[in-house]
């Protein structure tokens, strides 16, 4: 670990995590329940982070229990994956520069389509914890 | 709901849980993080079903909190899920029929493979309680 209490991210890990890959978010929801969405993941670092609506259910549970895991597949091999367990931080995407910079990096778009520009968005943080990365064969 | 206390799976939903899918499945973990891993998942009537090998942590996780969430994507188009919460019940796989019939009905092989016969398998059961189909644009 170094100073920000971040868990380093293994290199085989961050072969898992190149571009933008499609993470299935776990919270813990309002409701008791838990919920499992699909996000879309970047690597900065020893950090992972996606963009959302501000005004969602994943956002709510997540600014109230920050215990967030991760599980990021191979697409191309779903019994490799990556498990990212750990703590969220949210944080205003002001101007959306968060969400616009995904759209000229990943989409070759000037701007993130989709919705309307006055939507209020925010980046995630997710600070690793415990990582890991098993081969499974059918669960 | 019917007598059994499930909820019936919506038709659009069943489109997305035809055949095997690949669900990701989250569970309340002993030391309190969050488990998301992948499990190869075919519906029943109203209820999910997965195998999985006895002596894993997402079994030791389920049998001490049933409460686990799967979601299902759309292979073609990850924008699409099926989220199924619910709870879970799980059962030895007595003489791994279960698992051989996975592999009769979805690999083409007489018995599952990838593991010596000798390893304790179970089944587990997920019975929805609220199921959700949004649809997102990059979350």
């Avoid at 929801?29 to 963009?51: E, M, Q, T, Y």
């Avoid at 549970?61 to 931080?89: F, H, I, K, M, Q």
């Avoid at 002001?94 to 389509?113: H, Q």
């Amino acid at each position: 670990m170094d100073d920000s209490g971040d868990t380093p991210i293994p290199e085989r890990a961050r072969e898992l995590l190149a571009g933008m890959r499609i993470g299935y978010l776990a919270t813990s929801r309002r409701d008791g329940d838990l919920g499992v969405v699909p996000v879309g993941v970047v690597r900065d670092g020893d950090v992972l982070r996606f963009s959302s609506q501000a005004a969602t259910e994943k956002v709510r549970s997540l600014r109230r229990d920050p215990r967030v895991t991760l599980c990021v597949p191979d697409p191309g091999d779903v019994t490799r994956y990556v498990e990212v367990r750990g703590v969220a931080d949210v944080a205003d995407d002001v101007d959306r520069v968060f969400v616009n910079w995904i759209a000229r990096e990943f989409m070759g778009l000037d701007e993130y389509p989709h919705e309307s520009p006055t939507v209020r968005r925010v980046v995630v943080t997710v600070h690793p914890r415990r990582i890991s990365m098993p081969r499974v064969h059918g669960g």
